[in-house]
């Protein structure tokens, strides 16, 4: 995109880098090559951003919404309730957003310092129980006259946006980046890895690159242990009812935007929150970027999946291009323990002895 003066602040959705992984790769003998497209550096600070602006639009084209009297109602894990308050916040109407307790208070405060009403549900409450984030928002749905919830488990406009803004974003970067000596590149995607909550990501993003851009790329699904999303069912199986901290990935039910398309995930690997949080701190270190806590989900799927049998087919070509989608960003998790224990521990750096030197001289 050229610089050009925006509308507002939804012009500035979507429109993320694609960044080399380099020094990840290195480390772990990769040849391929290891991108990461980072989402947080959407207007809103995640992926779902674009679902959230595709679904209030939509909605306004079907004349759902009025301006000062409807009030969009939203279950979400956070970030697609950050996107709806923005566009909201935006276009004057009013937002409710149910969010379970596990859930970030960074999340809770930026909904409200946009202006919306956040109600807080059980974590542990089934998803079709009426004290669940669901359950709740359908109860005020019922209640309060000109409400609406657009729905991001069934919306279509959710795997749309995705099919129509993040993979062609990702195609059109690794196309239109030329294969040299130093850098070889097949110039194609060959391996999408994602995580999925909804479903909506890895289902947009697939469709978009296997019909218009490479059949064959394999799209390797990540999902939390403890979640029941992953095919087959047996992988599920291991770790039945376990929690996980991590947010915004897994669910104890398969939302219909993933269910409605399931070819579209080639493989699945399961992720446990150890590997997840150590992926962070690896991707911040190393890269020096601020992801959040699925982002590190996806890295450490892609590097599980990059040690199988098929994987290591891709891992030990030089060229091929692994593209590993990097959700929100870790200023969504500053309070949580496990990002201060990321942050916090590690060596003493080799800096550490001649700062203690250099203040004990007058
Ligand atoms: N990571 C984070 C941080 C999210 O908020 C979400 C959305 N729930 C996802 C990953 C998964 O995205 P999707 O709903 O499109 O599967």
Sequence with gaps: MS???LDNALGAVGHTPLIRLDKIAASKGLKCNLLGKVEFMSAGG?????????????AERDGKLIPGKSVVIEPTSGNTGIGLAMACAIKGYSVII?????????????LRALGAEVVRTPTEAAWDSPESHIGVAKRLRREIPHSIILDQ?????????HEYTTGPEIIEAVVSTPSTSSRPSTEKVDVMVAGAGTGGTITGISRAIKRTHNKDC????VDPKGSILAFPDTLNAADEGAQYIVEG????????????????VDVWVKSSDEESFAAVQTLMRSEGLLVGGSSGSSLSGALRWLVTAEGQKV??????????????????YMSKPWFLQIAMEG????????IAQALQKP
Excluded: W
């Design 347 to 354: 060596e003493p750096s080799h800096l550490a002895g001649i």
């Design 98 to 110: 149910t969010l379970p307790n596990k859930m970030s208070l960074e999340k809770e405060a930026l």
């Design 249 to 264: 990935i897994g669910y104890d039910f398969i939302p219909d935007v993933l269910s409605r398309d399931p070819t579209h």
């Design 218 to 221: 394999i799209v390797v699904g």
């Design 153 to 161: 488990y069934c919306n279509v406009n959710n795997p749309l946006a």
């Design 3 to 5: 610089p050009q003066i």
């Design 315 to 332: 891992a030990n070509t030089p060229g091929k291009n692994v593209v590993v989608l990097l959700p929100d960003g870790i200023r969504n």
């Design 46 to 58: 995640s992926v779902k951003d674009r679902i959230a602006k595709a679904m209030v639009e939509a």
